[in-house]
């Protein structure tokens, strides 16, 4: 089965630091997205990304975060100054149309100290 | 703003019992997923059923979907201890234009299977 990858796969980080989290959605798959689970809770939508823009964001999804799709294989996402309260598993998902199965990545686990 | 909403938000059972596990939502859906987690991993795709489907099988799990009362339930027969994990469900719908489906997932089901 086609796999959607994430690195790293446990980031910790000072309060005030940028982070990336990179993902690398399947190949032909046209929509990306971005979720986080906070520990113990449900996972929530951060962005949806479509033909090189965001086509939708929560609330959560402030001037700090940004995403990018840098070079036609790689979906970032971008933290510019970290807080405690992003502390999270952060899931990418990708999917071929916007009506199929979204395949998941295996998270990567923030943790802002 | 439409949202599964799984239940009960946690089930316990014996080995070999079936478990069922619900989901409600409030808005019009093109399809429902169901997900499990173990815990502090990752999310596995376990079956997608569209607006127009009624019923699926994969294996030891059932789904059923009743879009006239916004509701879906996941059935896994024969359960064993390696079931334990949480259990979401997530609906996928149309947001704003285009084709920009987006997955709202619920609070989820801990089901935890004893030996």
């Known amino acids: 089965e086609p796999e959607v990858t994430q690195t790293p796969s446990h980031q910790v980080t000072q309060m005030g630091q940028e982070v990336i989290l990179r993902c690398v959605p399947i190949s032909n798959h046209l929509y990306f997205y971005w979720y986080r689970q906070i520990l113990g809770q449900k996972v929530e939508f951060l962005v949806s990304?479509?033909?090189?823009?965001?086509?939708?964001k929560s609330e959560i999804f402030d001037d700090q975060f940004s995403v990018e799709r840098p070079d036609g294989s790689n979906f970032t996402l971008k933290i510019r100054s970290t807080k405690l309260e992003d502390s999270a598993m952060y899931f990418c998902a990708s999917r071929l149309e916007g009506r199929d199965r979204a395949y998941f990545g295996p998270g990567t686990r923030l943790t802002v100290t | 703003s439409q949202q599964g909403e799984e239940d009960p938000q946690a089930l316990s059972i014996q080995e070999g019992e079936n478990a069922t596990m619900n989901c409600s939502y409030k808005t019009s859906i093109n399809n429902l997923q169901w997900y499990r987690q173990n815990s502090g991993r990752g999310l596995v795709h376990l079956i997608l059923?569209?607006?127009?489907?009624r019923e699926k099988h994969s294996g030891r799990l059932r789904v059923t979907l009743d879009t006239s009362k916004k509701s879906s339930s996941l059935l896994i027969t024969a359960s064993r201890a390696a079931d334990t994990a949480s259990y979401f469900c997530a609906t996928d719908a149309l947001h704003g234009g285009g084709s920009n489906y987006k997955l709202t997932f619920g609070k989820g089901t801990l089901l935890t299977v004893n030996p």
């Open positions: 990304f479509y033909n090189n823009e965001i086509s939708e």
């Open positions: 059923i569209r607006s127009n489907e």
